[in-house]
């Protein structure tokens, strides 16, 4: 299985996708940061950018690689080796190398301009949330056969995370607020990992006085230690189901 993941690693590190990405993120985290009086509002302004453009690169490039590979899988899955150990090997490679991408791309300017526990929680969170969208990717290839199909879903998947989500918990909160509905709000947010992500990231640079009574209710649940197990096992999950699903899928996929 090492010998599959490097080889699968060199051949993503090479790709020109994971470069260009890589040197948008440095050049853009260098810019946001030089451009600010101070760290906080540096990493407020890189934040928005981070949970909207990392979600999107992970799992639309993940998905499109999954596809291109697929002689190269089929090749694969005809030699004496378990589809388990293919599919988690190709996770892996794609994992480690979007996650490096990031790592150097965000990591290096935060251990610069931002040193310290924001930072070092705000990079954790960014690559948290890479490996999630490479597992929810992985999911959606192995589900759908048509790769415009998949491309397709993967994407609304993406707007579904990052947009409508929040529009649709907006209306939920508009049309319960007469009701005491703090407990299902928190069970709610651990629906989407991009939220969960925020929260933490916001909730360490002590933002969430700022956001009013909502702020308060979440950091009276996050900021405990039992809410941050809480949330970090949620994270957990979202990393975990998705590339488990895909993978019980594809043992039995004809493929």
């Not at 999107?56 to 030699?79: C, G, K, R």
């Amino acid at each position: 299985m090492n010998k599959l993941v490097k080889y699968i690693l060199v051949d993503l590190l090479r790709s020109k996708v994971i470069v260009i990405y890589t040197v948008f993120l440095l050049v853009l985290s260098f810019s946001i940061f030089n451009m600010e009086d101070n760290a906080a509002k540096g990493i407020i302004s890189l934040l928005n950018v981070v949970l909207f453009m990392v979600p999107l690169v992970s799992i639309i490039f993940s998905t499109i690689y999954i596809y291109n590979s697929a002689e190269f899988i089929e090749l694969l899955v005809s030699q004496p080796l378990k589809r388990q150990r293919i599919w988690l090997s190709l996770f892996w490679g794609l994992t480690i190398a979007i996650c490096l991408a990031f790592l150097i791309g965000v990591g290096i300017p935060m251990a610069i301009y931002a040193p310290g526990i924001t930072g070092l929680v705000f990079v954790g969170c960014g690559m948290v949330l890479s490996v999630v969208f490479v597992s929810i990717a992985c999911w959606a290839a192995v589900r759908i056969r048509d790769k415009a199909k998949g491309i397709g879903l993967v994407i609304v998947l993406w707007l579904y995370f990052s947009l409508l989500f929040d529009a649709l918990v907006l209306l939920f909160l508009f049309q319960f607020s007469d009701y005491p509905i703090e407990k299902t709000m928190i069970a709610i947010t651990a629906l989407n990992p991009i939220d969960l992500g925020r929260i933490l990231i916001l909730l360490h640079m002590d933002i969430s006085a700022m956001m009013g009574y909502t702020g308060a209710i979440f950091r009276e649940f996050f900021g405990t230690l039992p809410g941050m197990t809480l949330t970090v096992a949620a994270l957990a999950l979202w990393c975990i189901c998705p590339i488990w699903l895909s993978q019980r899928y594809f043992k039995r996929k004809d493929l």
